[in-house]
């Protein structure tokens, strides 16, 4: 797991309030959303727009494109990575 991935996911738990949750918990492959991953919700997806901006500055300019983004730590770590 690259420390890169390790920081997002302390970033998500954090941002999310997933007390409960460690980075080791959460697989980079891992649905994030539905009831087959971690089941996160469309406030949580709010959140992590919010994280994007804040800690990325990063504008989603294309809402559309949250599902694919926010698909799993991967595709998430992925646009990160190519907005910089």
């Known amino acids: 797991m690259s420390d890169f991935k390790i920081v997002l996911k302390e970033r998500i738990i954090a941002q999310l309030k997933l007390e409960d ?31 994007l901006e804040q800690a990325y500055d990063i504008r989603l300019t294309d809402p559309s494109q949250g599902r694919e983004i926010f698909h799993s730590i991967d595709s998430l770590s992925d646009f990160i990575n190519s907005q910089k």
């Open 21 to 51: 949750l460690t980075p080791e918990d959460i697989n980079d492959s891992d649905r994030l959303f539905g009831d087959d991953g971690l089941g996160l919700d469309s406030i949580d997806a709010l959140e992590f727009i919010v994280l």
